[in-house]
């Protein structure tokens, strides 16, 4: 067998063949250097300000892959997930601002860590209590209990209970320095972007390991056909809610994550429209796959910081420009998932794999 | 495919010149660059349009008579709709922009940010009036031209004792009951509820149950019936204008006794629009003057507001413009004077600029300024105003830091 390009017809001899992660060296050395730009030549060469894109991508992707597992595999619509984002954030921030740690775990820097882990179980547990209404309804039902996880996490419990711990606020103030993983106390870009970077590929992994399992293969049984799934002996209800946890634990790391990066946390964070942007990513990435959550997330976060860019200098002839910013954004937001819709259904994950399978039979493809 | 292309060139044609210029903007010197973070559509954006209005007149104002030293400033105004994650994305632009200063707005995020801009060393001049940004030992960068919601609330409920209580019958045989109604979400509506409380029980007042009025409340009728069974003879109101001037209507109509104080982001020219006669009676510190008042430099402002924005009629316009050029005007002297001491960054702002400033007087009808390094309270003196006849007039003049210099001194700093 070539060890460069895999040949015409399938000759694998095992499921390990078959499920192999690198099939052949070209693969294996493509990802080597995909690991060597992300790990090493960003870093090198990003300035503070492509970092915080990178990182603000980074975010994105985390929270895309959970809503990505729930509809993309799952076929459960999700218009809550920022609820489960935002319970991740406020556990892995109170533990860190008001849990009393003993000192040896404050100085070997664990608790931010251990708290991020803790975030993760919390959120997937409170994204099974909203995912149980999945057990009688689906479909447009569905979409307005997740919107009631929405309401009644973030609206309700942490605008009005949670976010007034400690006092007065809404606000819980991160200062530079609170975060800390080890001996790094994390108070840069860089610092976050390496911390990003390391999440976003482990649960990227932990999510294309469990697809390619018996719980990944249940979860598209159910989103084909849920009936037919039930006939084959899939425990429907099991399985929805284990994607539930999966997606909520996801958004957990995400939560818990992106509290390294602010100055201050506030329910504002994780507002219904976060929910709905991150649905807007996936259909703009493409519905049904990872390279969906990814693509999607770097298009809409680019495009929104070319957007600032562009408008910058605009506003010197047209200062409302800026004052209405807001607004550019969130119709560029809009325009972008009419366009994709109309144009591009399937979603920038399929016209990479149409670039791929071109180059693959380059130069012999068939017109 | 000539469409596609037709269009991919008009795309280029006006991303691209934008992106260049965006992205080589930085580097553009000569002019100092300052952020502006306004509320003209979120839950404050009643009293935000008119301040963010206000922000852009006052800098032209600054660039017409001669900016920095020479040195015109480039605004960088942005509305975050009062959404704090929006603040702490365009505060990371300002400062990727190379602004020297910011021009803030909501308490929430003005808090939330202040541990970055200290350690940014960023001069950050809020329209947040937070006692709790007072304090250089802990928030030395954070800054503003008025005297702070603490000692605004501590002064009304002053002068309500002062002129109203000590000629109410009942002064002396019981105590005055005293409710506070507030959005208790919002870190600027609860930022003086610790000082107005401890100033009633100084006062001897018994103090309620608070109730809870959302910012955007347009009925407040449980809220009223609770203070009414309370029995509340004074209902201090931590909203903006719109809830408040809800709650005085629904107070007004459901027949409570009680008279009313507001802090001063409800304390303006559409209160008396919005609640017409229930507004009669209240009182208020509104921490400058009214647009239009006969005070020094008001002239400017009103000049200026003809000027650039001829589509907003002037009675529309309100103190929160007002206030606006103070936070403005301030910030130039401080930018100024460091500029002249050959420091125009943020530490030189704070250091060779704001904390020189002393007794300075701005007009506007604001206290004149003092900064030093241990305290950021600009004075201890604060004009207190009653709505009488549906127009705003000057009731009683409270000092307190004559009246209580020890708790002044000692007690009452950052908070």
């Known amino acids: 067998m070539s060890t460069t390009w895999l040949p015409c017809g399938d000759y694998h001899q095992s499921y390990r063949e078959d499920h192999a992660w690198f099939q052949t060296r070209f693969i294996k050395g493509k990802m080597i250097l995909l690991g060597l730009v992300l790990f090493i030549f960003i870093p090198l060469m990003g300035e503070t300000y492509s970092l915080s894109v990178c990182n603000q991508i980074g975010y994105t992707v985390l929270g895309a892959l959970g809503v990505q597992l729930l509809i993309g595999f799952c076929g459960q619509v999700t218009l809550g997930h920022a609820a489960f984002i935002a319970v991740g954030a406020y556990t892995s921030t109170l533990l860190i601002l008001e849990f009393p740690w003993p000192q040896f775990i404050l100085d070997i820097g664990l608790a931010y860590p251990i708290s991020i882990f803790i975030a993760a179980v919390t ?22 209990t997740t919107m009631a996880a929405q309401f009644i996490t973030v609206e309700f419990i942490i605008t009005q209970y949670v976010s007034q711990i400690g006092g007065r606020g809404q606000a819980f103030s991160l200062p530079p320095g609170t975060i800390k993983i080890g001996p790094w106390v ?12 390391v999440l976003t590929s482990l649960c990227i992994i932990g999510l294309a390991n469990l697809l390619r399992s018996r719980a990944g293969r249940a979860w ?5 056909n849920d009936i037919s799934a039930e006939v084959m002996g899939i425990n429907v209800i099991k399985y929805k809610l284990l994607a ?3 997606a909520g634990f996801i958004g957990g790391v995400a939560g818990a994550f992106w509290i390294s990066n602010l100055a201050a946390i506030s329910p504002e964070h994780f507002q219904w429209f976060w929910s709905l942007w991150l649905v807007g990513v996936i259909l703009i990435g493409g519905v049904g796959s990872i390279h969906g959550a990814v693509f999607g997330s770097i298009f809409m976060v680019v495009v929104m910081e070319l957007l600032q860019l562009a408008v910058i200098p ?6 409302k420009l800026l004052m209405d910013f807001l607004f550019v954004k969130e119709a560029a937001f809009g325009l972008a998932i009419c366009v994709f819709m109309i144009f591009e259904p399937y979603g920038l994950a399929y016209r990479w794999w149409q670039v791929k399978n071109y180059f693959n039979l380059w130069p012999f493809s068939y017109r | 495919m000539d469409l596609k292309k037709k269009w991919f060139k008009f795309v280029a044609v006006i991303f691209i010149p934008a992106l260049i210029f965006g992205i080589s903007a930085s580097a553009l010197a000569a002019e100092v660059k300052v952020g502006a973070l306004n509320d003209v559509t979120g839950a404050t954006s009643d009293v935000g349009k008119d301040y963010a209005l206000g922000i852009a007149d006052a800098i032209r104002y600054v660039n017409d008579n001669g900016g920095i030293n020479g040195k015109p400033i480039k605004l960088y105004q942005f509305d975050y709709g009062y959404r704090i994650p929006e603040a702490l994305t365009k505060y990371k632009l300002f400062k990727r922009l190379g602004c020297v200063a910011v021009l803030g707005w909501g308490t929430g995020d003005t808090e939330a940010l202040s541990p970055t801009v200290t350690q940014d060393k960023m001069p950050y001049v809020s329209a947040s009036y937070s006692a709790h940004l007072t304090n250089p030992a802990k928030t030395p960068y954070n800054l503003f031209a008025a005297t702070d919601y603490s000692t605004n609330a501590r002064a009304t409920i002053t002068a309500w004792y002062d002129t109203r209580w000590k000629k109410n019958p009942e002064f002396g045989k019981r105590k005055p009951k005293f409710v506070c109604s507030y959005h208790f979400a919002y870190p600027y509506c609860s930022a003086p509820i610790k000082a107005i409380k401890d100033q009633a029980e100084l006062l001897g007042f018994e103090v309620g149950p608070d109730q809870n009025v959302s910012l955007v409340a347009i009925d407040t009728k449980s809220q009223v019936l609770a203070m009414k069974d309370y029995g509340a003879d004074l209902v201090w109101h931590g909203n903006t204008t719109m809830s408040v001037s809800a709650t005085v209507r629904d107070a007004f109509a459901l027949g409570l006794k009680a008279e009313h104080i507001v802090n001063c982001w409800g304390f303006d020219e559409n209160l008396v629009k919005l609640a017409g006669k229930a507004a009669e009676g209240v009182f208020g510190a509104p921490r400058c003057a009214f647009f239009g008042e006969n005070v020094k430099n008001m002239d400017k402002v009103v000049e200026y507001a003809k000027k650039y924005n ?12 007002v206030a606006a050029w103070a936070n403005t005007l301030a910030l130039w002297e401080a930018m100024k004077r460091a500029d002249k001491a050959g420091d125009l960054t943020g530490e030189g702002i704070l250091k060779k600029g704001f904390e020189t400033i002393r007794d300075f007087d701005i007009g506007l009808g604001v206290q004149p300024l003092n900064y030093t390094s241990t305290d950021h309270r600009t004075a ?15 009731v009683e003049l409270v000092d307190l830091k004559s009246r209580w210099p020890e708790k002044w001194g000692k007690e009452w700093l950052g908070w």
């Open chain 1, 123 to 144: 959120a997937g547990l409170w994204s099974v209590l909203f995912g149980l209404p999945s057990a009688r309804v689906k479909g447009f039902y569905l979409i307005l």
């Open chain 1, 186 to 197: 994390i108070d840069s870009d860089l610092k976050v972007y390496y911390m990003m970077i």
């Open chain 1, 220 to 224: 598209v049984a159910i989103r084909d």
């Open chain 1, 244 to 246: 539930f946890f999966v």
């Open chain 1, 314 to 319: 605009l506003a010197d002839e047209y200062p």
């Open chain 2, 310 to 321: 001829p589509g907003v009629p002037l009675e529309n316009r309100t103190t929160h413009t």
């Open chain 2, 380 to 394: 201890g003196k604060v004009s207190i105003y009653e709505i009488k006849n549906g127009k705003f007039q000057v």
